[in-house]
Nanobody, 120 residues
Framework: QVHLVESGGGLVQPGGSLRLSCAAS????????MGWYRQAPGEQRELVAK???????NYADSVKGRFTISRDNAQNTVYLQMNSLKPEDTAIYYC??????????????WGQGTQVTISS
């Protein structure tokens, strides 16, 4: 079983910054992709950013140039640096990781979510 623990959410003013962290633990053979998704009230969950084990990244158009995703493969941890935050960034942010538990068994895990609120 894989556990993802997120941290770093909170309340900040527009234009501010936050850094989210997500650490994966468990009997993990390898992690391929780690990413961040978000869900605002009344909206569907959407991809914010993801990064594979080679370091290739994808970002939602709405966050390009403001958010940066990175990962520490040795620590099975992914980070999301969020700058120039806007009220529309307000949402619950969820960490996601996908990989292998064994040579034959894959996993796709989600964190419990962390609230990010942008408000003056």
């Amino acid at each position: 079983q894989v556990h993802l623990v997120e941290s770093g959410g909170g309340l900040v003013q527009p234009g501010g910054s936050l850094r989210l962290s997500c650490a994966a633990s468990g009997s993990i053979r390898s992690i391929n992709t780690m990413g961040w998704y978000r869900q605002a009230p009344g909206e569907q969950r959407e991809l914010v950013a993801k990064i594979n084990n080679g370091g290739s990244t994808n970002y939602a158009d709405s966050v390009k140039g403001r958010f940066t995703i990175s990962r520490d493969n040795a620590q099975n941890t992914v980070y999301l640096q969020m700058n120039s935050l806007k009220p529309e960034d307000t949402a619950i942010y969820y960490c996601n990781a996908g990989g292998m538990l064994s040579k034959w068994t894959s996993f796709d895990a989600w964190g419990q979510g962390t609230q990010v609120t942008i408000s003056s």
